[in-house]
């Protein structure tokens, strides 16, 4: 059973516009909620993370938006770069725990 | 800091060879994990090690995946006999404290088994 779902599965985004990853769980344990970015050849790298005391945190062009409620969270990159383009996954753990991972999204932005 | 070193980066075996696959963590980082990743499974867990002893190895496919950590820079990863439905990119995390600052990932080891 897949603990974080993520969607879409790909993502075109013109150079320029917002590109908008969701994901959604059930365990409401989970405290800790990352997104890795990966690019072709490479391993995943932690690129921001929140934990649900917040419902928002920025670093850049890259913010995370948090519904505990709807225990739901989503990836939104500003003024997308075609430097962008890569597969994105979100991720979940409760405590010291374990991260589980969506199934990915693969963004590619469009010059 | 080098972060994590896998090795090798890319191996072609036959069908029924041992594959061992390798793995150096971050110096001080005391969780390891081994993950596999196809474009139909996505990112899959297959065991951590938490102070080089492990800790879950459900997500080991079947008795023909081993792994070890014999101390704490150093892990490997066995397939024994290998099949064709192994290939696939394998990737060594590691972090301190498991999951409360983030993994951090090796390249990876591409396998393709013929």
């Known amino acids: 059973q897949q603990q974080v779902k993520q969607s879409p599965q790909s993502l075109i985004v013109q150079k320029g516009g917002i590109s908008i990853i969701n994901c959604a769980y059930e365990?409401?344990?989970?405290?800790?909620f990352p997104w890795y970015q990966q690019f072709p050849g490479k391993g995943p790298a932690l690129l921001i993370a929140?934990?649900?005391?917040?419902s928002e945190k920025k670093e850049g062009r890259f913010t995370i938006s948090f519904n505990k409620s709807a225990k739901q969270f989503s990836l939104h990159i500003m003024d997308s770069q075609p430097g962008d383009s890569a597969t994105y996954f979100c991720?979940?753990?409760?405590?010291?725990?374990?991260?589980?991972f969506g199934t990915g999204t693969r963004l590619t932005v469009i010059p | 800091d080098a972060g994590v070193i896998q090795s090798p980066r890319h191996e072609v075996t036959e069908m029924g060879q041992e594959v061992t696959l390798r793995c150096k963590p971050i110096?001080?980082?005391?969780?390891l994990f081994w993950y596999r990743q196809t474009m139909m499974r996505g990112l899959e867990l297959l065991i951590y090690?938490?102070?080089?002893?492990?800790?879950?190895d459900s997500g080991m496919p079947e008795d023909r995946f081993s792994a070890k950590m014999p101390n704490a820079s150093f892990s490997t990863l066995k397939i024994q006999p290998s099949e064709p439905r192994d290939s696939a990119v394998y990737f060594c995390?590691?972090?301190?404290?498991?999951?409360?600052?983030?993994?951090?990932f090796g390249s990876g080891t591409r396998l393709t088994v013929v």
């Open positions: 991720a979940a753990s409760s405590g010291a725990n374990n991260l589980f």
């Open positions: 929140i934990r649900p005391d917040v």
């Open positions: 365990n409401t344990a989970f405290d800790y």
């Open positions: 090690f938490n102070n080089n002893v492990p800790i879950d």
């Open positions: 110096s001080g980082h005391n969780s």
């Open positions: 995390a590691s972090s301190l404290n498991r999951a409360l600052v983030g993994y951090t």
